[in-house]
């Protein structure tokens, strides 16, 4: 038995190998309908098809008045929560298809057939427009991040920095929130099933992942960039001041930010902000640490610690989600969680149980917690941001020039020396590679 990272137990839906299922009682049929009373963990897909399937046998008075609702609350669900399945023309025709056939038995079923039709047209407008908006982001955002030189011997660019943008901690975690729940509003949960699932998940046919899913995953790539971006970005501020005194206060501003974004429950930003002051050419720089207050960012680092598979931030996650639950307003109702840890978790659940028993039944409880982790994920990003919009921060957070890791190092070398004989070579590398460019 072992138990994954999102402290999901499988011991019951992960059978080992060799292990055998009970036979079926004398007279029982493969394929039978689900016996009813409790819950049961397993069936083979002929039996789930059958008892999906409407059929006369099934439907003692079969007719389309009888199923018609069931129908309409599958394509209502179904629409609403995997919009993306009909950007296809033909699965659009498919459902205009269904609705001919059972809307004429009942007026009221034209009238709830076409507000759906109506819901996913809009829904699909606002996933383009979603998408274009991120490609125009990253673009801005990259075209102007390699026009900084980061050569501190002479006269540095004109460039902005966060402090003069935004001096206030709180204020700047609101911002961060914004981007984060605009970014979470636009990943699906077949984005989560494109990412993770390489093979068709019961008859184990190959097929790609990324490679061709770019577009079906595009949106849940674009916010593992956004999370890389801002490590940077907070590197990029802690490294581009020439003074030590400037790169100490940036670092306790930066500090009391992931502070901010705990309180509020925005943990990817939190974490990203963490993960860009232990970038090595930041924490190597031991006299601007010295200069800065930093009792406060220890504290939060211990909060992240991922010793224990994350203990101490999934105990103030939980925290967060108890006090979602029991929200009187959108601001308590915030969670976002550390994206790249629930990437892992959900990876780990899908590889570590088997999509069938060996008896060949399809495992229920394997896809049950598959849901129920994708489904808590898809209420929190439906909370609307209660923090008001700042253009001209948001402007920055998305556009502002950033150092590449080479850049970094340089910045950092400039602003206090290599202590070592491999900083020195490296520093004399990065600084010849940037003269031949200019």
């Known amino acids: 038995m072992f138990t994954t990272p999102s402290g999901f137990s499988p011991h019951l839906a992960c059978a080992e190998p060799g292990e055998e299922e009970e036979a079926p009682q004398e007279g029982s049929v493969p394929g ?9 963990t397993s ?23 009888k199923f018609g609702p069931k129908i309409l609350q599958l394509l209502t669900e179904w629409t609403e929560t995997f919009p993306s399945d009909f950007r296809d023309e033909k699965m659009v025709g498919h459902l205009k298809d269904i609705i001919h056939r059972i809307a ?24 383009s427009q979603g998408e274009e908006s991120i490609v125009k982001v990253s673009l801005n955002a990259s075209s102007i991040s390699d026009k900084l030189v980061a050569f501190k011997t002479k006269p540095p660019p004109i460039q902005k920095d966060i402090l003069s943008i935004c001096n206030d901690p709180y204020t700047l975690a609101q911002q961060l929130t914004h981007v984060e729940l605009e970014h979470l509003s636009h990943i699906g949960p077949e984005e989560f099933v494109k ?16 490679s061709d899913q770019k577009k079906k995953t595009s949106n849940l790539e674009a916010y593992v960039r956004w999370f890389n971006r801002l490590c940077y970005l907070v590197a990029t501020e802690i490294c581009m001041p020439a003074k030590k005194k400037q790169r100490a206060q940036v670092i306790e501003f930066f500090i009391d930010v992931a502070r901010e974004c705990f309180n509020i429950g925005n943990f990817n930003s939190l974490m990203a902000i963490i993960s860009g002051m232990n970038m090595s050419p930041v924490s190597r720089l031991k006299k601007t640490w010295g200069k800065a207050k930093t009792a406060k960012f220890f504290i939060l680092e211990h909060q992240m610690d991922p010793t224990g598979n994350f203990y101490n931030y999934r105990t103030a996650l939980r925290g967060a989600v108890h006090r979602s639950q029991t929200a009187n307003s959108n601001r308590e109702r915030i969670v976002i969680p550390f994206f790249s840890l629930l990437i892992k978790d959900i990876y ?8 069938r028993l060996p008896n060949g039944h399809v495992n229920f409880e394997k896809f049950v917690e598959l849901a129920r982790q994708v489904g808590e994920f898809m209420t929190w990003k439906q909370v609307e941001c209660p923090f008001e919009e700042d253009r001209a921060i948001l402007h920055y957070l998305h556009t502002a020039p950033i150092f590449s890791e080479d850049g970094l190092y340089l910045a950092s070398y400039e602003s206090e020396s290599p202590e070592n004989q491999v900083e020195k070579d490296r520093w004399k590398a990065l600084r010849s590679n940037v003269l031949a460019k200019t």
């Open 32 to 40: 039978a309908s689900l016996p009813e009373g409790p819950p049961i």
């Open 43 to 65: 069936a083979s897909l002929d039996t789930l098809i059958q008892n999906l399937v409407p059929t006369a046998d099934y439907y003692p008075e079969a007719k389309v008045r």
């Open 104 to 127: 004429p038995c009942d007026e009221a079923y034209w009238k709830t057939l076409n507000q759906v039709l109506q819901k996913l047209s809009q829904r699909l407008a606002l996933m």
């Open 195 to 210: 990412a993770f699932v390489q093979k068709d998940p019961l008859d184990g046919t190959t097929q790609p992942c990324f």
């Open 348 to 355: 780990f659940l899908n590889e570590g149980c088997a999509n």
